[in-house]
């Protein structure tokens, strides 16, 4: 793909890199594509970053035809390395297929963002625990309000120089377990990365962090019995010695960081149980002390502990309420690699020298 580009006549001022929290500043330019029934995907771009001129009655306003991803990029002494970018872009391709979206090659959606990252390369922090969070997205935007399968379309990326995603950084997060509102259910799009799953999300987030949560715990949405994930994240319970995680039972997204913690923990000799799991199977080893260690997985999340699980209006603290000694190792296990300071055994890193 031949991307043409068009720099920006002024760059921004560069935010203190030891102090970004997350998802709050963007770099000086973006890529964009976009996609017809008749051209396909045509007229791949890098231009300024800036607001998008978009017809009132788009799809995406309307029907909510829109799909993203998330992946970062780490400074090394050569470049800088993305973690595992192939998965990313086969997963939006299945969220494209389940909403009815264009799908792209996966080679262009690597392509676009390396070529992107070439460009706003020192954006990327050089600071411990800071990184560069790139954020494809792509949008249906056929100018008509009738109710059908996207014709037209865009597929963006921008960049966005990020630290930790909760304001406690590596400490405790505090979970509750929603009992009321449900984020989606199996057969719908809860293994789409898609913005109408988080929207679904938001009233439980916000009745949570009233509370003082930092976010919930989803149960599945047909008998609202089994831990699914928090939304920002994958969960796992140390329970007994060994990890249990949620099944992919399609209500539940497939993370990337979770199916690579998935092997490591494999490979360090743990048992990992892929199953349901009952909030009330999780709330009995809560009590009778056999939940030994919970944390989150995503991309933005990294490996977070949980530090309180709250249901029905009962707490419970986790590992004493600190960073458990499992979730520490796996957390510098799998930013070691991501950082470049462990070796990539698994070739999961795609350098780029710049
Ligand atoms: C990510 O981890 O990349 C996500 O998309 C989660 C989002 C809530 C920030």
């Known amino acids: 793909m031949e991307i043409k580009k068009q720099l920006s006549k002024t760059l921004k001022q560069k ?46 306003f309307h029907y909510g035809a829109e799909i993203f991803e998330g992946l970062k990029a780490y400074k090394t002494a050569e470049g800088y390395q993305m973690f595992r970018p192939f998965e990313n872009a086969k997963r939006m391709n299945n ?36 990184s560069l969070y790139i954020r494809p997205f792509m949008y249906g935007n056929d100018e008509s309000l009738g109710v059908h399968a996207v014709h037209n379309a865009t597929f963006a990326v921008i960049l966005s120089p990020v630290g930790s995603y909760y304001a406690e950084g590596l400490n405790p997060v505090k979970i509750t377990i929603e009992s ?27 009745r949570a962090s009233e509370k003082g949560f930092s976010q919930v715990l989803w149960l599945d949405g047909v008998e609202r019995k089994y831990i699914e994930e928090v939304g920002s994240m994958n969960v796992m319970f140390k329970i007994g010695g060994e990890i249990v995680t949620p099944k992919l039972t399609g209500s539940v997204l497939p993370g990337i960081t979770r199916k690579s913690c998935i092997e490591i923990l494999k490979d360090w000799g743990y048992t990992v149980h892929e199953r349901l799991l009952s909030v009330d199977e999780l709330i009995e080893s809560a009590e009778n002390g056999s939940l030994e260690e919970a944390w989150g997985t995503g991309t933005a999340a990294v490996v977070s502990p949980i530090g309180h699980l709250s249901y029905k209006g009962k707490d419970h603290v986790i590992s004493g309420n600190k960073i458990g000694a499992l979730t520490q190792k796996l957390y510098d296990e ?11 055994e698994r070739g999961w890193c795609l350098k780029v020298k710049v």
């Open 180 to 206: 009321e509102d449900v984020r989606t259910v199996r057969g719908g799009t809860g293994y789409a990365k898609c913005g109408g799953n988080y929207a679904a999300s938001l009233r439980a987030g916000q």
């Open 334 to 344: 799998l930013t070691g690699i991501q950082w470049g300071k462990k070796p990539d």
């Open 95 to 130: 969220s494209a297929e389940r909403l009815c979206l264009p799908e792209l090659k996966e080679e262009d959606f690597v392509q676009a963002i390396t070529e992107l990252i070439n460009i706003d390369y020192s954006w990327i922090p050089d600071v411990e625990g800071a």
């Open 15 to 60: 935010p203190d890199f030891s102090n970004l929290g997350f998802g709050k500043y963007f770099t000086d330019h973006m890529f964009m594509m976009d996609y017809s029934g008749e051209k396909g995907w045509h007229d791949p771009r890098i231009i300024p970053f800036g607001y998008i001129p978009i017809h009132p009655a788009s799809t995406v």
